[in-house]
Nanobody, 122 residues
Framework: QVHLVESGGGLVQAGGSLRLSCAAS???????MAWFRQGPGKEREFVAA????????SYAESVKGRFAISRVNAKNTVDLQMNSLQPEDTAVYYC????????????????WGQGTQVTVSS
């Protein structure tokens, strides 16, 4: 059983930055980690993912060049650095874990955090 807890959300003006963190507990060896988000009235969508080794990362087109995912396995943490935030980035952001390789589909992830709210004002 893997337990995930997100932190770092908040309110920021357009153009600003936030750093989200996900603390994992339990057997996380060989788990890919990802961030998803769900905006008001929208479906949950893929944001970014990183493999266990950290060597492979993947991003949604909408966040490429603005967001960066990273992990420190020794600390069991996964971070999402978000720069140049825009109002359309407003959403609840979720951390997710999947055994093996990463995937863009939320249905393939085994464990989820409770989510953290990110609000970007214009």
């Amino acid at each position: 059983q893997v337990h995930l807890v997100e932190s770092g959300g908040g309110l920021v003006q357009a153009g600003g930055s936030l750093r989200l963190s996900c603390a994992a507990s339990g057997p996380t060896f060989n788990y890919a980690m990802a961030w998803f988000r769900q905006g008001p009235g929208k479906e949950r969508e893929f944001v970014a993912a990183i493999t266990w080794s950290g060597l492979i990362t993947s991003y949604a087109e909408s966040v490429k060049g603005r967001f960066a995912i990273s992990r420190v396995n020794a600390k069991n943490t996964v971070d999402l650095q978000m720069n140049s935030l825009q109002p359309e980035d407003t959403a609840v952001y979720y951390c997710a874990a999947k055994y093996g390789t990463w995937a863009p589909k939320y249905s393939e992830y085994d464990y989820w955090g409770q989510g953290t709210q990110v609000t970007v004002s214009s």
